[in-house]
T-cell receptor, first 112, second 115 residues
């Protein structure tokens, strides 16, 4: 079975601090892609960062970076210098071809 | 390049009525996905379509739900005889030719309320 687990339903961080959101997944596939999506109060889903499973180098996108541990099937998201606009639901997902599998999300609140 | 469009944004239906949700993918995208998001939950995959073909409908309830993506026009998610449990946000996403490594671009969602 293909599953995504986000074990932190809610998190908070002080503005300008760093926070890490955890994600683990399970798949028997060897080739797949991993994503973090952000869903702000507007409910629009926005891609934050993407990682190809065959690449060992962790993806980075400005203040967002991932720690991808393929053997452990772990894909955490680190947000540096947190900003108020980062307040949102964050969903971890992976794609093996036809389907995307999403976690249940982590609600992140950035505190001024 | 306009993004993924969904309409209506909000839809209210009484129990037993039909709900039709529309999705226009991004220009050049031929793959469409529908998801349902219940309150306080993540996205649940429903169906994956290409033009005139249903590729994967393993997430669709067996009854009352159907989806299509005709050669011309938007993709339609149809829910017949709606019940209160159908109240949710329904998101459509599209991707380019190959679904593999490409991200999905999401529409703003349709919030269905069944009274």
């Amino acid at each position: 079975a293909q599953t995504v687990t986000q074990s932190q339903p809610e998190m908070s961080v002080q503005e300008a601090e760093t926070v890490t959101l955890s994600c683990t997944y399970d798949t028997s596939e060897n080739n797949y892609y991993l994503f973090w999506y952000k869903q702000p109060p507007s409910r629009q889903m926005i891609l934050v960062i993407r990682q190809e499973a065959y690449k060992q180098q962790n993806a980075t996108e400005n203040r967002f970076s991932v720690n991808f541990q393929k053997a452990a099937k772990s894909f955490s998201l680190k947000i540096s210098d947190s900003q108020l606009g980062d307040t949102a639901m964050y969903f971890c997902a992976f794609n093996t071809g036809n389907q995307f599998y999403f976690g249940t999300g982590t609600s992140l609140t950035v505190i001024p | 390049n306009a993004g993924v469009m969904q309409n209506p944004r909000h839809l209210v239906r009484r129990r037993g009525q039909e709900a039709r949700l529309r999705c226009s993918p991004m220009k050049g995208h031929s793959h469409v996905y529908w998801y349902r998001q219940l309150p306080e939950e993540g996205l649940k995959f429903m169906v994956y379509l290409q033009k005139e073909n249903i590729i994967d409908e393993s997430g669709m309830p067996k009854e009352r739900f159907s989806a299509e993506f005709p050669k011309e026009g938007p993709s339609i998610l149809r829910i017949q005889q709606v019940v209160r449990g159908d109240s949710a946000a329904y998101f459509c996403a599209s991707s380019p030719t190959l679904a593999g490594g490409y991200e999905q671009y999401f529409g703003p969602g349709t919030r269905l309320t069944v009274t």
